[in-house]
């Protein structure tokens, strides 16, 4: 599986983005998918993660009720839409895959994006 993320930019605090994901390889609908993320001098974290049905959704507490993760498993996309963004939400975002959500979870990863960065200005 490749992953290829695409959305970030540049948004002032309070605004909103909309992080893509789009996944190569013909088994994406069998794979759990997450993003994760890396601010500057700071370890990457999780961030949230969706079971490959869609069906089940898991976030950090820091975005929970700010960020949304969906997929379209018909266009082997995950999305991560994100509001209400706060400047401690800027850093660099990475998509992830892994067949198993609860290893997802813990960071356990089989295939990272690129990533692509996420600035909120204050």
């Known amino acids: 599986v490749q992953l290829q993320a695409s959305g970030g930019g540049l948004v002032q605090a309070g605004g909103s983005l909309r992080l893509s994901c789009a996944a190569s390889?013909?088994?994406?609908?069998?794979?759990?998918m997450g993003w994760f993320r890396q601010a500057p001098g700071k370890e990457r974290e999780f961030v949230a993660v969706?079971?490959?049905?869609?069906?089940?959704?898991y976030y950090a507490d820091s975005v929970k009720g700010r960020f949304t993760i969906s997929r379209d498993n018909a266009k082997n996309t995950v999305y991560l839409q994100m509001n209400s963004l706060k400047p401690e939400d800027t850093a660099v975002y990475y998509c992830?895959?892994?067949?198993?959500?609860?290893?997802?979870?813990?960071?356990?990863?089989?295939?990272w994006g690129q990533g692509t960065q996420v600035t909120v200005s204050s």
């Open positions: 390889g013909r088994t994406f609908s069998s794979y759990a």
């Open positions: 969706i079971s490959w049905s869609g069906g089940s959704t």
């Open positions: 992830a895959a892994d067949q198993a959500f609860a290893r997802l979870r813990l960071g356990s990863v089989e295939y």
